[in-house]
């Protein structure tokens, strides 16, 4: 056979164009993981159930303890609180349900939304094929940190919402009396419990982003979870050594029940406006180490 005669070499395929920055053509970031596909799946999952339904029936075990001990009667050591009043009136009861679940029974739902999110795709083995899918590593972080908040905020005005209709048709509708003396006209307390509710929502974004700080280093949920209430425990042990002296201004634990200045005769928003700072801060500098973590680590699960 003479070199004249060889078969023609096949030419290679055309290469598929690329999209944007080197892209797959028609891949759309914005468009992988959207917030309301999160949403249904972290809904439909049974610790949220879960979560709703200790909630809801928190205000009923109270009233129930209300109704087998008797009317509160204002004899504690420290003073009267929100508790002495408790049956005063639907927006007393919805007041005293806060107080009582501020400092720990709201952490642990905030704390299990945000510190489950990426812990149990990994706990799962499908985290890597959300990368791979692919995801981009900020957007995962920024979709499952946005509806972990939204669940978290649900979950704190969830309580408020059940105990003020729950303690409105077992006590009736009337004026927030507050325990030193005076009272609030019902249609100024419940912008005071909308402020009260809001502030209690930011105080916890301490526990959220440290939630989800640790959901980024460990393939543990309940490490996650755990190590985020832990930590809160221990803010609020350092807060009650008072030889710390002004070192506890620093600790977001210092400030959780500033709220209380919300339900005043006059509101001081001195104490809100100093814990915000406190907590903004914390909450910022944990998100951004788990954005910045996240981003360069390896992921084999």
């Known amino acids: 056979m003479t070199a004249s005669s060889a078969p023609a070499p096949v030419p290679a395929p055309p290469a598929a164009p690329a999209g944007a920055g080197g892209t797959a053509p028609g891949y759309r970031p914005g468009r992988t993981l959207r917030l309301r596909v999160e949403a249904r799946r972290q809904l439909r999952r049974r610790r949220t159930m879960i979560v709703a339904g200790l909630l809801t029936a928190l205000p009923f075990v109270l009233m129930a303890a209300f109704a087998i001990g008797g009317t509160p009667d204002g004899g504690g050591r ?43 795709e990994a706990g799962w083995a499908s985290l890597r094929y959300l990368l791979a899918a692919p995801v981009p590593r900020a957007r995962l972080l920024g979709v499952k940190l946005t509806v972990a908040l939204g669940f978290s905020a649900a979950a704190i005005v969830l309580l408020p919402a059940v105990a003020l209709a729950a303690g409105t048709v077992a006590y009736g509708w009337g004026d927030l ?3 030193t003396g005076g009272a609030l006209p019902a249609a100024s307390a419940l912008p005071r419990l909308v402020v009260v509710v809001a502030y209690i929502f930011v105080g916890q974004l301490v526990t959220a982003a440290l939630a989800f700080w640790l959901s980024t280093v460990t393939d543990a949920p309940l490490g996650a979870v755990g190590g985020a209430v832990g930590l809160t425990i221990v803010g609020n042990v350092l807060d009650a050594v008072t030889a710390l002296g002004s070192w506890r201004d620093v600790l977001p634990a210092h400030w959780q029940f500033s709220w209380a200045d919300a339900v005043q005769p006059t509101m001081e928003w001195t104490g809100m406006l100093q814990g915000t700072s406190v907590s903004v801060s914390y909450a910022v500098v944990l ?15």
């Open 177 to 179: 009396e507050l325990p």
């Open 287 to 301: 998100g951004a180490l788990a954005f910045r973590g996240f981003r360069t680590k390896d992921i084999v699960s």
């Open 78 to 120: 420290n003073g009267p609180t929100l508790i002495d009043t408790a049956t005063a009136s639907g927006p007393n009861f919805a007041a005293t349900c806060l107080f009582v679940s501020a400092g720990f029974v709201l952490v642990v739902p905030v704390a299990l939304f945000c510190g489950d999110t990426v812990a149990s």
